[in-house]
């Protein structure tokens, strides 16, 4: 069966610092993977999404950059975090069938001081 | 563009009574439709789909949902609540184009759902 792992759960950053948050999926190839944010406990905003290795589209300008450097790896990152960046990051892979389900990873909880 | 509706932010309702939570979409062609939940401090958990087909889909925890085409509505409800039920409840649609975006979800805000004992 396929899982999904985020790491770290928990993070607290000050203004200014770099970040980087991990996913991994094991149990499929060639998923697509999905990164998102998520604010106050409620709307989900898409931030990134790849369906293949150095491939990254980008759907909200911003602090933050998405690399793909294996086929099950996903990492968001920013090299100088701001207050805005505070949130519940969500880490989510399909298959390529666009009919397909996102399942998602467990958050990455960031906290920017 | 699509969009998805969820018009109550919170549903309250007593253990052992039905429960419903309202989703209303809007996207061009004939739409994916998905219900997730959220425990606190948790990712979002899949319950169900709607892809085509029976307009009724039966889910996970005995969840189920109905596609209503005309009122371009998918309902999520259950015949009797649990307590363990109270969570956040996502609907989510993506369209049938194809090419870049196409495997976009578009969520709506979410519906806190309390179970009363």
């Known amino acids: 069966s396929q899982t999904i792992h985020q790491w770290p759960a928990t993070l607290v950053q000050p203004v200014g610092s770099p970040l980087s948050l991990e996913c991994t999926v094991e149990?499929?190839?060639?998923?697509?993977l999905y990164w998102y944010r998520q604010a106050a406990g409620r709307g989900l905003q898409l931030l990134f999404y790849?369906?293949?290795?150095?491939?990254i589209s980008s759907e909200v300008p911003q602090n933050l950059s998405a690399s793909r450097p294996q086929d099950r790896q996903f990492i968001l990152s920013s090299k100088k975090l701001l207050l805005s960046d505070s949130g519940f990051y969500l880490c989510a892979w399909s298959s390529l069938d666009y009919q397909e389900t996102q399942y998602f990873g467990p958050g990455t909880r960031l906290l920017v001081l | 563009a699509q969009s998805v509706a969820q018009p109550e932010d919170q549903v309250n309702v007593a253990e052992g009574n039905p429960l419903t939570v309202k989703c209303t979409y809007s996207v061009s062609g004939n739409p994916y439709l998905f219900w997730y939940v959220q425990y606190p401090n948790r990712g979002l958990q899949f319950l169900l789909k709607y892809i085509t087909g029976d307009n009724l889909v039966k889910g996970s925890y005995g969840f189920e949902a109905e596609f209503n085409k005309s009122q371009t509505s998918f309902h999520l409800k259950k015949p009797s609540a649990l307590v363990s039920d109270s969570a956040l409840y996502f609907c989510?649609?993506?369209?049938?184009?194809?090419?870049?975006?196409?495997?976009?979800?578009?969520f709506g805000k979410g519906t806190k759902l309390s179970v009363i004992p």
């Open positions: 149990g499929t190839s060639n998923p697509n």
């Open positions: 790849s369906v293949g290795i150095g491939q």
């Open positions: 989510a649609v993506r369209g049938r184009e194809s090419g870049a975006g196409s495997y976009q979800l578009t």
